[in-house]
Nanobody, 123 residues
């Protein structure tokens, strides 16, 4: 599966963005898909994940502000972000792993496929 992210940009504090991850080559319904982010000088961290059955997981630092959703018909996984803070500034990546399990969803080393990323800047 190939993944392409879009929707990043620059927003003011408190603003919102919707990131989209488009999959080709296979259907997202067969994978566990996660959104990750990486700020300069920091490790890549899990933001949210969605299982093949629709079960979702969120990092504590985005709970209540970010929503992950999957559209099997469009073969996309979106990340709706509201109430953005300067500390949300990072490159955001979507990733997929076969099997659909949420086991260690937040650990980037468990994912097989990655997109190129989309930049989010909050100031």
């Amino acid at each position: 599966v190939q993944l392409v992210e879009s929707g990043g940009g620059s927003v003011q504090v408190g603003g919102s963005l919707r990131l989209s991850c488009a999959a080709t080559g296979d259907t997202v319904s067969s994978y566990y898909v996660g959104w990750f982010r990486q700020a300069p000088g920091k490790a890549r961290e899990g933001v949210a994940g969605v299982a093949s059955g629709g079960d979702t997981r969120y990092a504590a630092f985005v709970k209540g502000r970010f929503t992950i959703s999957k559209d099997n018909a469009k073969n996309t996984v979106d990340l709706e972000m509201i109430g953005l803070k300067p500390e949300d500034t990072a490159m955001y990546y979507c990733a997929a792993k076969a099997g659909g399990s949420s086991w260690y969803w937040y650990n980037p080393s468990t994912y097989n496929y990655w997109g190129q990323g989309t930049q989010v800047t909050v100031s």
